[in-house]
């Protein structure tokens, strides 16, 4: 397995680039997105929790941080982490962060293969507001995966 990654300066990019991943054949459990939550009215609230969230379908909080993802995506979860506070994950990356909260994102990409300091940039860059997507697939569909985020609007994209 290979994992793709890139950042998204806005929630339509993030959708547009999960939509077109998922048309070309990628499916919801290769695909992973992850945004800060604002702890605001109808965000994700520091302290949340796994339990705080439903299924993808329910996403009552995550619908007003990544919108139309939920619904593409499964696994969406709602954590508080140290040093970045509240997230929401969508995809297999979700269940990675729930189990190594004090990891950070960082932690969950570490555990992917990615090195220590892209892990870290990247933690950096969701602190930041930024919308971090993570495509873990086949070795020969990285290039497609990192093609489609580009097309999409796609930052800092990088495979491993």
């Known amino acids: 397995m290979s ?3 890139g950042t998204f300066s806005s929630r339509e ?19 992973s997105v992850i945004a800060k939550g604002r702890g605001q009215q109808g965000d994700v609230e520091a302290g949340g929790g796994m339990g705080a ?7 009552t909080a995550w619908g007003s941080v990544l919108g139309g993802v939920a619904g593409l995506l499964a696994g969406v979860g ?13 995809g297999p990356l979700a269940a990675t962060l729930s189990g190594a909260v004090t990891g950070g994102v960082a932690g969950g990409l570490l555990d992917l293969g990615i090195p220590e300091d892209r892990s870290r940039f990247y933690e950096e860059e969701v602190k930041k507001g930024r919308f971090l997507a993570v495509i873990d ?24």
């Open 3 to 5: 994992t793709v990654v």
């Open 137 to 160: 697939t086949e070795a020969d569909l990285v290039q497609d995966a990192a093609r489609i985020m580009r097309d999409n609007g796609a930052a800092d994209v990088e495979t491993h």
């Open 13 to 31: 990019q993030a959708e547009k680039a999960v939509r077109a991943l998922r048309d070309w054949g990628f499916t919801e459990d290769e695909i």
């Open 78 to 90: 709602a954590l508080a982490i140290p040093g970045i506070g509240p997230i929401v994950a969508a």
């Open 53 to 59: 969230m439903g299924g993808a379908g329910e996403g």
